[in-house]
């Protein structure tokens, strides 16, 4: 069990809670495909959980390598960028009568995956293993997500409509490579 607290190791402790982030963002998708929503956004917020836990035992044991900062951005990238922006495509813009804007909804829905993609590749080329920022510039993916969540929620309670939801989720989209300042907590 020494290579859960070894460094160098792929499968150490804090990647293995990454592997978990990713499982919970793959079910995520499956659930979706089901039109499960409630489930899948479960297992997302599980996934955001690992999440955090990933990086705090990372830290605390000194176990960051490259190798788990890209691992995590893949994670992120399912987790926080594919998985809400299929769960706004599938249970807002396909269950709306839109008629041919569901071009525009996937166009708004491509914008932001390729967004939340430039974002974390943006992230990875400028990031140290082990090395914290104190201010993000943009906003990280899991506050995007979140936002989506937010957006999700607003729709299917009928506070939003979809017209709005597409407004959001671009300009979420927009603040995701910004130079708006977030503190990382």
Do not use: C
């Not at 804090?14 to 982030?21: D, I, S, Y």
Request: hydrophobic share 55%.
């Amino acid at each position: 069990m020494k290579f859960l607290f070894t460094p160098s190791s792929q499968f150490n402790l804090a990647n293995m809670f990454t592997f978990v982030n990713i499982t919970a963002g793959l079910l995520a998708v499956y659930y979706i495909t089901q039109n499960n929503f409630f489930f899948a956004i479960v297992l997302a917020w599980i996934g955001g959980a690992f999440d955090i836990f990933d990086g705090k035992i990372a830290r605390k044991y000194n176990l960051s390598n490259e190798f788990g900062i890209q691992l995590d951005s893949f994670a992120d990238f399912l987790s926080f960028v594919l998985v809400p922006v299929f769960l706004i495509f599938q249970a807002i813009y396909t269950q709306a009568d839109l008629g041919i804007l569901i071009l525009l909804a996937a166009l708004i829905s491509i914008y932001y995956v390729i967004s939340g993609l430039r974002r974390l590749i943006y992230f990875n080329i400028n990031a140290d293993a082990g090395k914290i920022e104190n201010y993000f510039s943009g906003i990280p993916t899991p506050l995007g997500a979140i936002l989506l969540w937010l957006v999700y929620l607003g729709a299917t309670y009928g506070y939003i409509n979809v017209y709005i939801v597409m407004l959001l989720m671009v300009l979420i989209g927009i603040s995701l490579n910004s130079k708006i300042k977030v503190k990382h907590l």
